[in-house]
């Protein structure tokens, strides 16, 4: 079954700050399909990179994504308050064809 | 700007069905392959169907394959989700999103979600 681990669980990081969030699978896999969403407590998540590296429509350039196989990582640079939400990866391919990280939560302290 | 509206949760007892209903607005919604995503309460978002842009191809995932069904009706721009022989496990809000159709598997509208509640 194919796995995608994201880590750590949870990150507390001060306005200002850079993140760092990790998404390893369990096979190597494309990188055009490697997506990541933000997802803010009470609400629908958002789409924010995909294809490993592309930001989505209206993200700000302080989220960028990086990776190939089977380590992929989304940083966020000059942390803002309204960051705080709980992150995940996904892949399109492979069984059962969409898998999701069971994510990271990010709190700006 | 697209949008998507579920409709059709609510609470009912193990064993029985329910359908939802996803309205779509905005976009050419018969060029779209459309997904239902769902969470349970406190845990990760779990994909669980995907339809292709004319309803001719069906996918689902293992933990409902078998008591779900997908489907839409491009004339009326509607996704639906019959969900039967419903399990205390199938607790969650369901989101429907559409595909962005690049072979990507992005998803880049999500609606606001349906809780569905299941439970004696």
Same mark, same amino acid.
């Given at each position: 079954?194919? *796995? ?24 190597? *896999?494309?990188?055009?399909?490697? *997506?990541? =969403? ?11 990179? =995909? ?6 429509? $209206? ?9 190939? $196989? ?17 992150? =995940?990866?996904?892949?399109?391919? $492979?069984?059962? $064809?969409?898998?999701?990280g069971q994510g990271t939560k990010l709190e700006?302290? | 700007?697209?949008?998507? !509206?579920?409709? %059709?949760?609510? !609470? !009912?007892?193990?064993?029985?069905s329910l359908r939802l209903s996803c309205a779509?607005? %905005? ?25 292709? @842009?004319?309803?001719?191809?069906? @996918? ?33 809000? @369901?989101?429907?999103?559409?595909? @962005? ?11 606001? %979600?349906?809780?569905?509640? !299941?439970?004696?």
């Amino acid at each position: 079954e194919f *796995v995608l681990t994201q880590s750590p669980g949870t990150l507390s990081l001060s306005p200002g700050e850079r993140a760092t969030l990790s998404c390893r699978a369990s096979q190597s *896999v494309s990188s055009s399909s490697l *997506v990541w =969403y933000q997802q803010i407590p009470g609400q629908a998540p958002r789409l924010l990179i =995909y294809g490993a590296s592309s930001r989505a429509t $209206g993200i700000p350039d302080r989220f960028s994504g990086s990776g190939s $196989g089977t380590d992929f990582t989304l940083t966020i640079s000059r942390l803002e308050p309204e960051d705080s939400a709980v992150y =995940y990866c996904q892949n399109f391919g $492979g069984s059962p $064809g969409f898998t999701f990280g069971q994510g990271t939560k990010l709190e700006i302290k | 700007q697209g949008q998507l !509206v579920e409709s %059709g949760g609510g !609470v !009912v007892r193990p064993g029985t069905s329910l359908r939802l209903s996803c309205a779509a607005s %905005g976009f050419s919604f018969s060029s779209f392959a459309m997904h239902w995503v769902r969470q349970a309460p406190g845990k990760g978002l779990e994909w669980v169907a995907r339809i292709s @842009y004319d309803g001719s191809g069906k @996918y689902y995932a293992d933990s409902v394959k078998g008591r779900v069904t997908i489907s839409r009706d491009n004339s009326k721009n509607t996704l639906f989700l019959q969900m039967n022989s419903l399990r205390v496990e199938d607790t969650a809000v @369901y989101y429907c999103t559409r595909d @962005y159709n690049d072979g990507s598997g992005r998803f880049d509208y999500w609606g606001q %979600g349906t809780l569905v509640t !299941v439970s004696s």
